[in-house]
Each structure stands twice: as structure tokens, then as C-alpha cells.
């Protein structure tokens, strides 16, 4: 090809959600903007449930951000991802505790493991169901505020 008929392809480079997690989940939050946060604290609750359930997500760090994932999940991932972890954030009390070893006494006070069984299940049903890295990725793609 040549002249005015050339056409040139030019590579747009693929965002990867779990690259752009790992390079801000080792910054300091409070210095992310809304759309980092809530996809640090989405990516965050997909890691920590997948590989220890509920009970894991609230009793170590990962429940640190729960908060800003049941905000950011609406606009991701959608309403059954919010009301999923919300049922879950409520087995907690009625003010959810954002202190790590709060959760993790709370965790260990009450008899949780029945409910914990029946929501990991439902969010194992919700991943197999939803592409969420496809959707995450695809939102990285039209916010570029998200992977500064």
C-alpha cells in the first residue's frame, strides 16, 4: 500500500484490570481518586472472596474497603454484585465496621458459617456468570482516570 489509499492500523494497547490493581493497591488509598478507589476495593473483594470466602474478606484487609465497593459495584458490576455484598456487610451489625479488628472479633462471635456458606456460593454463582474482567477491563477502556 501506498499514497493516499495506505491505512494504517494502529495497536491499541488492552488495559488489564489486574494489572491496574496491582500497581495501585500498593499505593496509600486516601491518594486515589473515586474511580481507583472503587476499582482497588471491587478488585479487592473479588480476590479475597474467591480465595477465602466472606469470612476471609472481613476478617483480614480486604474488608478494609468494603464500603467503597458496595458504591463502585452499581456502575461495574451491577445491583445483584451490590445487593450480594451489602447482605453480607449486614450479617456484621447495622454500622459496618471499618476497624480490621472489629470485623475479625465480630467474625469470630457470632456463629456466621452457614451464612458465609450461602453467600461464597452466591458469589461464586455471580463470577461464573458475569465476565466481570471483561467488564472491569472494559470500563478501564472509557475511564482513563481509573488507571492514572
Do not use: H
Not at 57 to 80: E, H, M
Amino acid at each position: 500500500m501506498t499514497g493516499r489509499s495506505a491505512r494504517y492500523l494502529v495497536a491499541v494497547p488492552q488495559v488489564d484490570v489486574w494489572d491496574v490493581y496491582a500497581n495501585l493497591s500498593g499505593r496509600d488509598l486516601s491518594t486515589l481518586n473515586d474511580e481507583q478507589r472503587g476499582l482497588v476495593a471491587v478488585c479487592d473483594l473479588r480476590q479475597e472472596v474467591n480465595s477465602g470466602g466472606f469470612d476471609s474478606y472481613f476478617r483480614y484487609w480486604g474488608g478494609n474497603s468494603a464500603l467503597d465497593a458496595a458504591v463502585a459495584l452499581q456502575g461495574l458490576l451491577g445491583q445483584d454484585w451490590v445487593d450480594l455484598l451489602k447482605e453480607a456487610m449486614d450479617l456484621l451489625g447495622p454500622e459496618y465496621p471499618i476497624a480490621q479488628p472489629a470485623r475479625e472479633n465480630l467474625v469470630d462471635a457470632r456463629d456466621l458459617d452457614d451464612q458465609f456458606e450461602d453467600l461464597d456460593n452466591r458469589f461464586y454463582a455471580l463470577e461464573s456468570s458475569t465476565d466481570a474482567d471483561a467488564r472491569l477491563n472494559e470500563y478501564l477502556s472509557i475511564t482513563p482516570q481509573a488507571t492514572a
